[in-house]
């Protein structure tokens, strides 16, 4: 089952905006909040961007790494997982004519891409949207969830997965941080 | 470079229906004619359907596989490939939960799905467009165009790609054959 969704970079919603940083290549315009929509066609009129992913199979994930990723991923929308990174990325042309041997060696082998998610799992919650093949801007769409005080560790994550081999094929990356209202649940 | 690509089912165009087959799951309206457009976006009034694909990177082929392939591999647009197949083909939801290692294995390893074309190249040319992603009711449209008297070996081809552990995920499979006039070049 595929899943659309849309971040819609806008002046109001639920994830309120931190910072917006430009990592590679060109950012994004400035906005004070980002709206997460499934399956929304019509642009809302006070957008300033929005970007379209949707979920697949996986595409270098084996048996066993998904097994180890199973037994200690968390799910997102956790009452205390109050921050959020939205992270749109594009590979560059280098990347996408490598074959898949060569390029699910370069994303683990070499550059332990699924061994460094799993160090900071599970406080780090993660979901991969892809857009590439749907004319989008980026190829990719990552969202992080966790509790301020793992703050910390994701800028670590982050600043492993950039010293990797498979970054340097990274033409564009926006960074964007945010943060909601606690929620309180109603017992 | 993501280029898209529409075959519609229709009263008139280059290719012309020599028979259609359901070979698994249901088929689709007959018609008599099949057009190919690219990246067109208006349904003409007279198509029974349209089925819309998009080029990408190679999901399972190996760098050493590719080298084979390009060695030898013919383009599309032949002048006596006067013969073609339009066969779309959806796989089951076992298929694409499987992890990225698993189908690799089925593919070539079990397979034997590069092997096999490779054994009917370049008189059997073939291009591969992806459906899935963009919520289509196939994952993949296959496409292949042949001299008259290379049919027979296009039929083995079928019939050894059908015989794999490959084809049992296969739930849903219609298979077009088309014809063209000989194209004469002006000199």
Not at 30 to 39: C, F, G, P, Q, Y
Not at 114 to 138: N, S, T, V, W
Not at 181 to 187: K, L, Q, T
Request: glycine share 4%; with cysteine; proline share 3%.
């Amino acid at each position: 089952m595929i899943t659309t969704v849309n971040f819609i970079g806008t002046a109001f919603g639920q994830w309120c905006v931190e910072s917006m940083c430009a990592i590679a290549g060109h950012g994004l315009p400035n906005t004070s909040h980002v709206r997460i929509a499934s399956n929304e066609h019509q642009e809302p009129s006070d957008s300033a961007w929005r970007l379209t992913g949707f979920t697949s199979n996986v595409r270098y994930t084996e048996k066993a790494e998904r097994e180890r990723l199973s037994a200690v991923q968390a799910d997102l929308g956790r009452l205390n997982a109050t921050c959020a990174a939205l992270i749109p990325i594009r590979k560059n042309a280098a990347w996408w004519t490598l074959a898949q041997d060569e390029r699910r060696n370069i994303f683990e082998a070499q550059s332990h891409h699924i061994e460094i998610g799993l160090r900071y799992l599970p406080p780090i919650a993660r979901k991969l949207y892809h857009c590439r093949d749907i004319g989008q801007e980026f190829d990719f769409l990552t969202w992080f969830e966790f509790a301020p005080e793992h703050s910390n560790d994701f800028d670590h994550l982050l600043d492993s997965l950039r010293r990797t081999e498979e970054w340097k094929y990274v033409e564009r990356e926006v960074e964007i941080r945010l943060t909601r209202e606690i929620a309180y649940r109603i017992e």
